[in-house]
T-cell receptor, first 118, second 113 residues
């Protein structure tokens, strides 16, 4: 199956700083990537959908100026949490999908990135 | 929009027993229903899925059933093993892969030896 990686796997930062999380599809071209946030013992909540080369579509209630998403290539999407605060501490998970009719027809999830803001 | 409810929130079984997790969805236009297993500190992994034109699908010890009329779908795990212990999520979507998934609230399954 397809492999999706995330980097870093965990990060600790001070309040007010920005943090960038990378999501890579390792063996297929991801025309669409999804970013999710998961708080402890809760479900995955979709934050935004990004298509390669275009602006991300954010879910209602997600601040696009705070969570910057860039999907500049078919194998890489980045999520930047700007001016992070303790309430942004969460498990961030990406998934990738090849919309151009490749051999894969499902979302593949990355291993997640645990963000802790002090 | 779509809303997916999942029960139970926790499920404890003895090794070898069967486990059943149930989900209901609200949007009759949903036609793709995957199930994911998430281990602690990891991303979810697809374990089985079903489309709306199929009532049941089985893969070794895992099966999923779908009742579109009632908007119910269930995950069945037989002969449970300790390594089945994890959090299981159901989800619903209108189109496999491309459209966004709406996840259920999760079920924590504990299989005791």
């Amino acid at each position: 199956g397809a492999v999706v990686s995330q980097h870093p796997s965990w990060v600790i930062c001070k309040s007010g700083t920005s943090v960038k999380i990378e999501c890579r599809s390792l063996d297929f071209q991801a025309t669409t990537m999804f970013w999710y946030r998961q708080f402890p013992k809760q479900s995955l909540m979709l934050m935004a959908t990004s298509n390669e080369g275009s602006k991300a579509t954010y879910e209602q209630g997600v601040e696009k100026d705070k969570f910057l998403i860039n999907h500049a290539s078919l194998t890489l999407s980045t999520l930047t949490v700007t001016s992070a605060h303790p309430e942004d501490s969460s498990f961030y998970i990406c998934s990738a999908f090849d919309r151009q009719g490749g051999i894969y027809n499902e979302q593949f999830f990355g291993p997640g990135t645990r963000l802790t803001v002090l | 929009g779509e809303n997916v409810e999942q029960h139970p929130s926790t499920l404890s079984v003895q090794e070898g027993d069967s486990a059943v997790i149930k989900c209901t969805y609200s949007d009759s236009a949903s036609n793709y229903f995957p199930w994911y297993k998430q281990e602690l500190g990891k991303g979810p992994q697809l374990i089985i899925d079903i489309r709306s034109n199929v009532g049941e699908k089985k893969d070794q010890r895992i099966a999923v059933t779908l009742n579109k009329t009632a908007k119910h779908f269930s995950l069945h795990i037989t002969e449970t093993q300790p390594e089945d212990s994890a959090v299981y999520f159901c989800a619903a979507s209108k189109v496999r892969g491309f459209q966004k998934l709406v996840f259920g609230t999760g079920t924590r399954l504990l299989v005791s030896p």
